[in-house]
């Protein structure tokens, strides 16, 4: 499953970070930002009508990402 599309308020665990060349700026960043594999994540609220942005949390923080970025975070169950 994709972040974007995680319903808010169910935990999830990143998998990976899907890199779509050897130089991905949007990868890269999302890594940086703590995007990694094995976090805990969950998306605390959505924009309206379900569109950007999504406010995830990954421990005490948290981001707006368009649900664009958020396609490129590939997830697994928390359990």
Do not use: C, N, W, Y
């Amino acid at each position: 499953m994709r972040l974007d599309e995680l319903p808010a308020g169910i935990d999830a665990v990143i998998d990976h970070i899907d890199h779509r060349a050897a130089d991905d700026t949007v990868a890269q960043r999302l890594g940086e930002l703590g995007f990694v594999p094995g976090e805990p994540l969950r998306i605390v609220a959505v924009g309206p009508f379900g569109a950007d942005p999504l406010a995830v949390k990954i421990g005490f923080t948290r981001f707006a990402l368009r649900r664009s970025e958020a396609s490129r975070v590939i997830l697994r169950d928390a359990s």
